[in-house]
C-alpha cells in the first residue's frame, strides 16, 4: 500500500512542480516584456507555452516577436491564439499588419474587415483594408529605381545616412558582451558614425563621430545644418549614465543640438526647447535654409501614435511646435522626416502601405499638403523602409530598411531605359568596313 501510495503521489508533485516552473517563467516573460526586454520574453514565453497555453501569454510572444522584428514567428503566434479564439481590435490590426509585412495581403485583408464591422470608421483599418485592395499597384514600376545594400564594416546594423564631409553620417550598431547590450535586440546602443565611400556600395570602416556625441545609451539619427556647423540628433533621456523614466518605467527620446568647434569635434550639447520626459521627441530635419525643423513625436494633440511636427527660426529661438496635419499625419505612425525643397519625405504605418513603415512623399504648396504619394516598388517593401535622403549629386539618393533582417544603408539611382535600335548594314566592295544606314 506504502509503495502504491508513493507512486500515486508523484504525478501529483510533478505536476505542482511543473506548475511552479511555469509560474516563474511567466513572471520572468511579463517582467521582460513591461522592460521592453522582448528577446528576453520570447524566451521566457517559450518556455511557459511548451508546457500549458495560457492565451495572454500567446499574444505577448506574438506582439514581442512583432516589435522585435521577427516577422515570421510573430505570425505563427497570432495563428495560434486565432485559431483558439478570434483575435479582434488593436491586436487583430498587428496581426494584419505582420501578416502584410510577410507578403500575404489576401489574409491581412480578412483580419481588416473583421476590425471593420466592429467599428466602421477605425481610420487604421480603414487605410489598411485599401491598401490590401492596391496591393499589386505598388510594384507596377519596380524597375524604375535600382537598390543595392552599402557594405560598411565596423558596425552590424546602420540606418538614416546622411551625406557627411567625403561619406555619410549614419546611426549604427555593433555586436557586443551581453553585460553591456541594449536589452531590447541584444546590440549596443545606437551611435552615430562616420564612414567614407571606397566604391559604389563598398565604404570605409565605420568610425564613431568624435566628440561629446556619442554617450552611454541610444545617439541617433541626426541631421546637419545647412552650413554644417551644428547637428541635430536624437537621443535617449539620460544624466550621467542613468536613464529618465517617467511614472510608466518608459523612458523617452529627446532631441539635442551639437556645434562643431575648430577642430572638427562636436560639443557644447543643448536640448530642444519642446523636450519632454512625458513622450518622445526626435528624427529632425532641417529645411534648406535651416529656418524650418521638423520632427517626429508622439507628444499631446497629435492624431495617433508619432505625428510629424514643425517649429519655425523666430530669430530668438524656435515657435510653438505645428502639427502637420491630417492629409499627413495618421492614427498610425509617422517617422523620418527629410525635407527636399517644398517635397516632404517620411515614413508611415499607415495611408495606403505594402507593410510596415512605408515611405511616401507630399509636398506642400500655400499652407497645404498634397495627398502623399507611395513611393512604391523598389523603393519600398513589405518590411520597414524609411529615412530616405536625395543625393544632389546623382539622381537617387539612400534610404534604410530590414528588407534583409536587420537595418541597413541602401543606395539606389534613377534606372535609365535602354533603347534598342534596329540597325541595317550594307558591305560596299570597293570598302574593307561597314558603313550602317
Known amino acids: 500500500m506504502m509503495t502504491l501510495l508513493r507512486n500515486t503521489s508523484l504525478p501529483f508533485v510533478a505536476a505542482i512542480l511543473l506548475s511552479s516552473c511555469a509560474s516563474y517563467n511567466l513572471q520572468k516573460a511579463d517582467q521582460a516584456y513591461d522592460l521592453m526586454q522582448y528577446p528576453r520574453a520570447e524566451r521566457f514565453y517559450g518556455k511557459v507555452l511548451r508546457h500549458h497555453e495560457m492565451r495572454p501569454a500567446r499574444l505577448r510572444l506574438a506582439d514581442a516577436c512583432r516589435r522585435h522584428s521577427d516577422l515570421v514567428s510573430a505570425e505563427k503566434h497570432y495563428a495560434l491564439a486565432d485559431a483558439a479564439h478570434h483575435i479582434t481590435g488593436d491586436t487583430a490590426l498587428n496581426y494584419g499588419e505582420v501578416l502584410m509585412g510577410n507578403g500575404k495581403p489576401e489574409v491581412a485583408a480578412?483580419?481588416?474587415?473583421?476590425?471593420?464591422?466592429?467599428?466602421?470608421?477605425?481610420?487604421?483599418?480603414?487605410?489598411?483594408?485599401?491598401?490590401?485592395?492596391?496591393?499589386?499597384?505598388?510594384?507596377?514600376?519596380?524597375?524604375?529605381?535600382?537598390?543595392?545594400?552599402?557594405?560598411?564594416?565596423?558596425?552590424?546594423t546602420a540606418f538614416s545616412a546622411v551625406p557627411y564631409r567625403k561619406g555619410l553620417l549614419i546611426a549604427g550598431e555593433k555586436k557586443v558582451a551581453s553585460l553591456t547590450a541594449n536589452p531590447w535586440n541584444g546590440m549596443s546602443f545606437l551611435d552615430l558614425y562616420y564612414s567614407e565611400k571606397k566604391t559604389v556600395v563598398t565604404w570605409t570602416e565605420a568610425q564613431p563621430l568624435s566628440g561629446l556625441v556619442n554617450g552611454a545609451f541610444h545617439e541617433g539619427p541626426a541631421v546637419l545644418s545647412p552650413d554644417g556647423r551644428h547637428l541635430y540628433f536624437t537621443r535617449s533621456n539620460y544624466v550621467k549614465r542613468k536613464l529618465r523614466k517617467d511614472e510608466g518605467n518608459t523612458s523617452h527620446l529627446m532631441l539635442f543640438r551639437a556645434t562643431q568647434d575648430s577642430t572638427g569635434r562636436w560639443t557644447d550639447l543643448r536640448a530642444f526647447a519642446y523636450n519632454s520626459e512625458y513622450w518622445s521627441t526626435g528624427h529632425a530635419a532641417l529645411s534648406l535654409d535651416g529656418k524650418m525643423l521638423y520632427f517626429a513625436s508622439d507628444r499631446p494633440g497629435g492624431l495617433g501614435g508619432t505625428d510629424i511636427w514643425r517649429c519655425r527660426d523666430n530669430g530668438t529661438g524656435w515657435s510653438e511646435p505645428e502639427n502637420l496635419g491630417s492629409t499627413v499625419n495618421t492614427a498610425g505612425n509617422e517617422l523620418f522626416p527629410m525635407i527636399n525643397g517644398s517635397s516632404l519625405y517620411f515614413s508611415s504605418t499607415a495611408h495606403e502601405n505594402m507593410g510596415g513603415l512605408d515611405i511616401f512623399e507630399t509636398h506642400e504648396q500655400e499652407g497645404r499638403w498634397s495627398d502623399p504619394m507611395n513611393m512604391n516598388a523598389p523603393i519600398n517593401t513589405p518590411h520597414d523602409d524609411f529615412s530616405m535622403v536625395l543625393d544632389s549629386t546623382t539622381e537617387g539618393g539612400y534610404l534604410s530598411s530590414n528588407r534583409d533582417s536587420l537595418d541597413q544603408v541602401y543606395v539606389f539611382w534613377a534606372n535609365k531605359p535602354i533603347f534598342y535600335v534596329e540597325v541595317r548594314c550594307s558591305m560596299i566592295p570597293a570598302c574593307s568596313f561597314r558603313t550602317c544606314r
Do not use: M
Not at 483580419?111 to 485592395?133: C, I, K, M, W
Open 110 to 156: 480578412e483580419l481588416f474587415l473583421r476590425v471593420l464591422h466592429e467599428t466602421p470608421e477605425n481610420g487604421r483599418a480603414l487605410d489598411l483594408y485599401a491598401s490590401t485592395q492596391s496591393y499589386g499597384s505598388f510594384f507596377a514600376d519596380s524597375g524604375r529605381f535600382i537598390v543595392n545594400r552599402l557594405n560598411i564594416p565596423g558596425i552590424s
